[in-house]
């Protein structure tokens, strides 16, 4: 896939590159983020060059795996945290992360953090409904997935916001740091966003309404 740039009405969704590699590294010291999100720990300046400028890349190259940084657009009006708030040349700062893993033919897997200082502000799911349109129109997804552990109430925030709705609790249903733990997984479709399917899609029907006399 060649590497996307997508815009929103306050954020630019796009690709790493090399320079994003100190708020990359400044952001995942983050407590936070280490505790839901499988980056290593300590997370060393080392670890965000080879994400930006190597995992990455290879990712857009293979099809294994498209991440995206979301920054500010320059004009735009989150104002400055403890990571600084001067960007790129014509960019805000760096305020999410969003990846998205193709899983078989159909379906794709969104995950997704925050930058801490810029939480709240609803950035994330703005980049996440970006990213879930072009998965939906651009990359031949027809059922996109979120998993995130049950007590990442954040997360599951971020997914309702965004249109996601939650289907359950899946048992052991992800590992995390050589533990698999329960998560909550929740999905959206194309046509939860208005938009065509790749392949048709037969709902369950609704169960018919008991009448009273019956």
């Known amino acids: ?62 099809d294994s795996e498209y991440n995206f940084a979301v920054r500010l657009k320059a004009d735009g009006l989150g104002g400055e945290g403890p990571l600084g708030g001067e960007g790129l040349g014509g960019e805000g700062p760096l305020v999410a992360a969003v990846g998205l893993v193709p899983r078989g033919t159909d379906a794709h897997e969104i995950g997704y953090w925050a930058v801490a200082a810029h939480r709240g502000r609803g950035y994330t799911a703005e980049a996440v409904l970006a990213v879930a349109r072009w998965a939906f129109t651009e990359a031949g997804c027809v059922r996109l997935v979120w998993r995130a552990g049950t007590g990442n109430t954040a997360s599951r925030a971020v997914a309702e916001k965004a249109g996601f709705r939650i289907e359950g609790v899946a048992r052991a249903g992800m590992e995390h740091r050589g533990t698999l733990r329960d998560c909550r997984v929740g999905a959206l479709l194309p046509s939860d966003l208005g938009l065509p399917s790749r392949l048709p899609y037969l709902p369950t029907p609704e169960p018919a309404a008991v009448s009273a006399g019956s």
């Open 1 to 62: 896939m060649e590497p996307t740039a997508l815009t929103t009405e306050r954020l630019l969704v796009r690709p790493y590159v090399p320079a994003d590699v100190p708020e990359v590294h400044a952001a995942c010291q983050d407590p936070g983020i280490q505790r839901w999100i499988p980056v290593p720990v300590p997370y060393r300046r080392d670890d965000a060059e080879i994400f930006v400028t190597e995992k990455t890349p290879a990712g857009w190259q293979d």
